[in-house]
C-alpha cells in the first residue's frame, strides 16, 4: 500500500493534493533544480492521486493529457476540474447567469466534450471529475431552484462512462434537495473545508453528505489569510492540527459507509500542501 493512501473501517483513503506545480515545492518537496516538467513524475513517486487544477482554466488538449499519463505508473490517478467555460462562464469574476450549465450557450457543450474526451485518454488513471462552482450571488441565481434546474438537467446528459462529484460554495444551498438531486445522478458531494462555507461537519450533524459510493473531500482553507503569510508556499505557516484531528475522525466514520474517499490538500489550507495532506494521513493511520 502507498504511503499515502489509508485504510479506515471497510474502506480506502486515497491522498494527494491540488494540483503539483508550485515553485516553492523545489527544495522542500522537489529536488533543488528540478525542471517544471519533471514535477509530476516526482509527485508519483509519493503520492499515488492528484487533482488537476489546470483544466478549470483552460480545457486540456490530448498533448497535455497524455503527458500526464507518459509521466505516471500504473495504479497512478488523476482527478480534474471542469472548465470554467462551463462552471462559471464569466468574462470577469462574475458568473454569467445565462451560459453556466447551459447546453444551449456557446461554448459550454463543446468544451463539455472536449474536456471528457480527453481525459478519457487517461483510461483508468482518470479519477473523478469535479464540477467546482463559485459562489453565485442573486443576480446569477436567485436562489438554488433554478440552479437545481439546470445542473439536474447538465448531469443528466453527462456520460456515465466517467464519476463526477459538485461542489457548491453558496453555504444555504447545502439542503436535502440538492443532495437528493445528486444521489439520483450517483454524483458525490464534494466535502469542502473553505473559509466561508460551514465545515462539513457541522452539515453532516443536520444531513447525510455522502450521496454515492465514495466521498470527495477538498482543503482549501482561507486564500486571503495564507497568502498575507506567504506567497511561495514552500511551508506551513498556520497550525491546523485540531482541524485536521478533526478531518481524521470524520473519514474515519465515512469509510465505514463508503468504500473509498479522495482526499485533496491545497497550498492556501496552511500554506505547503505536501505536508498537510501527509499530516492527515499520518493521523488517519494512527486513528
Known amino acids: 500500500m502507498n504511503v499515502h493512501q489509508a485504510k479506515s473501517g471497510n474502506g480506502r483513503l486515497r491522498f494527494g493534493t491540488s494540483s503539483w506545480s508550485s515553485k516553492g515545492w523545489v527544495g522542500p518537496f ?27 482554466y483552460r480545457v486540456p488538449d490530448e498533448k497535455l493529457v497524455r503527458g500526464w499519463d507518459e509521466r505516471t ?52 488513471k482518470c479519477g473523478p471529475l469535479v ?33 463526477y462529484a459538485v461542489e457548491v460554495r453558496n453555504k444555504w444551498w447545502l439542503k436535502l434537495d440538492l ?47 495564507i497568502e498575507r503569510r506567504t506567497k511561495t508556499f514552500d511551508r506551513i505557516v498556520v497550525d491546523k492540527e485540531i482541524s485536521l484531528k478533526r478531518w481524521a475522525l470524520l473519514l474515519d466514520g465515512y469509510l465505514g459507509r463508503v468504500p473509498l474517499a479522495w482526499v485533496f490538500a491545497n497550498n492556501h489550507f496552511a500554506g505547503h500542501a505536501p505536508a498537510t495532506i501527509r499530516t492527515l494521513a499520518s493521523m488517519v493511520s494512527r486513528e
Open 30 to 56: 522537489y529536488p533543488e533544480g528540478m525542471a517544471a516538467k519533471d514535477f509530476l513524475g516526482h509527485y508519483a513517486k509519493e503520492f499515488d492521486v492528484v487533482e488537476a487544477d489546470v483544466t478549470y
Open 179 to 225: 443532495l437528493e438531486l445528486l444521489r439520483k445522478h450517483d454524483v458525490a458531494l464534494v466535502l469542502t473545508d473553505i473559509s466561508y462555507m460551514p465545515h462539513p461537519a457541522s452539515v453532516a450533524r443536520e444531513l447525510d453528505v455522502l450521496t454515492t459510493d465514495f466521498t470527495y473531500v477538498r482543503l482549501i482553507g482561507d486564500r486571503q489569510a
Open 131 to 163: 464540477l467546482q462552482f463559485p459562489y453565485f450571488n442573486r443576480q446569477v441565481f436567485p436562489s438554488r431552484f433554478p440552479f437545481l434546474e439546470r445542473l439536474d438537467a447538465y448531469l443528466e446528459k453527462l456520460p456515465k462512462d466517467f464519476r
Open 73 to 124: 505508473p500504473d495504479g497512478f490517478v488523476i482527478c480534474a476540474k471542469f472548465p470554467r467555460s462551463v462552471v462559471h462562464c464569466g468574462e470577469d469574476r462574475v458568473p454569467h447567469p445565462d451560459k453556466v450549465l447551459n447546453p444551449e450557450a456557446e461554448g459550454v457543450w463543446a468544451d463539455t466534450d472536449e474536456f471528457l474526451r480527453c481525459m478519457a485518454l487517461l483510461g483508468p
